[in-house]
């Protein structure tokens, strides 16, 4: 079992190989290739810096975002596209618990 310098020292090594990859312009998979760094590892390494600098309260979370409607969006109203196809349309402050259910259902 690694000592917890050892896991410290590995995930600095790959904090540094994902900070270069962000700055060199290249594709995940090139970078790896390029480095010759395993690429699955890689995002192994990658996901994990990125869910540790999410708030804790959004990895609980439904993936739905907070939405604060504003004298303007209540009056048009809001519609929201989902990839199926399918479009809610007249979402407004006063529904957006209805449209939470529906959502909710439909994913």
Known sequence: MHSKAAS???ASYWQQQIEA???SGQ??????KTHELSYHRFGYWSRK???QAQPAQ????SGFVPVTPSA???SAGLSLALPSGLVLRGIAGDNLPVVYQ????LI
């Open 49 to 51: 810096f990125r869910r």
């Open 27 to 32: 594709t995940q998979q090139a970078y790896c």
């Open 102 to 105: 529906l959502l909710s259902r």
């Open 58 to 61: 959004s990895q609980k979370g």
């Open 8 to 10: 410290e020292d590995l």
């Open 21 to 23: 990859w962000q700055s």
């Open 72 to 74: 303007s969006s209540q």
